[in-house]
């Protein structure tokens, strides 16, 4: 499968964003889906992650409350809606695909090339 992240961009500090990652593939119901994101000099952590079915979320605390992850199997589509963004939340974020909800980077199986998010205080 190949993942395509878009919607990334400068934005001010409690503004909102809405990621997106474009999914080519026909199974892409079959995997769960997470968002990572990895600021300079920093390892790629996780943010959120969503089953196969968008039935059952779960997100870092660090998001909780702002961040909300969906997706649209009709269109292959997963969804990070970003609101009261902080300057902290500044990184690349990276969508991907695997078969289980980890927080783990090494769970996932398919990443696609980031796409950078910066929250200017």
């Known amino acids: 499968a190949q993942l395509v992240e878009s919607g990334g961009g400068l934005v001010q500090a409690g503004g909102s964003l809405r990621l997106s990652c474009a999914a080519s593939?026909?199974?892409?119901?079959?995997?769960?889906m997470g968002w990572f994101r990895q600021a300079p000099g920093k390892e790629r952590e996780f943010v959120a992650a969503?089953?196969?079915?968008?039935?059952?979320?779960f997100y870092a605390d660090s998001v909780k409350g702002r961040f909300t992850i969906s997706r649209d199997n009709r269109k292959d589509t997963l969804f990070l809606h970003m609101t009261d963004l902080k300057p902290e939340d500044t990184a690349v974020y990276y969508c991907?695909?695997?078969?289980?909800?980890?927080?783990?980077?090494?769970?996932?199986?398919?990443w696609g090339q980031g796409t950078q998010v910066t929250v200017s205080s």
């Open positions: 991907a695909a695997g078969t289980q909800m980890a927080v783990t980077p090494y769970e996932y199986d398919y």
């Open positions: 593939t026909q199974t892409f119901d079959s995997f769960d």
């Open positions: 969503i089953n196969w079915s968008g039935g059952r979320t």
